[in-house]
Nanobody, 120 residues
């Protein structure tokens, strides 16, 4: 079983930056798409960004131009670089994976997430 551990969150002022990491206990090269989700209090979980094995990326409209997802299969780690942070980015951020090309649901066990808080 692949286990995921998110880290890198914290408290930052609006306009600041954070780099989140998702460390997997096993290989992720077999996972077609690694993804980042976030969940704010009182809101549904939102898919923020995805990256395929080949490096193709996709982002939610709310974060386009500000967030960058990357993937290091050799280190079994996924990153989310967040710039120009806004208070509405405040949420708990989680990583997961879509195992196969035709999958569109998370297939890995959830980690505990990492809290991002952006002050105005």
């Amino acid at each position: 079983q692949v286990q995921l551990v998110e880290s890198g969150g914290g408290l930052v002022q609006a306009g600041g930056s954070l780099r989140l990491s998702c460390a997997a206990s096993g290989s992720i090269y077999r996972i077609n798409r690694m993804v980042w989700y976030r969940r704010a209090p009182g809101k549904q979980r939102e898919l923020v960004a995805t990256i395929t094995t080949g490096g193709s990326t996709n982002y939610a409209d709310s974060v386009k131009g500000r967030f960058t997802i990357s993937r290091d299969n050799a280190r079994n780690t996924v990153y989310l670089e967040m710039n120009s942070l806004k208070p509405e980015d405040t949420a708990v951020y989680y990583c997961n994976g879509f195992r196969n090309v035709g999958d569109y649901v998370p297939s890995l066990a959830w980690g505990q997430g990492t809290q991002v808080t952006v002050s105005s």
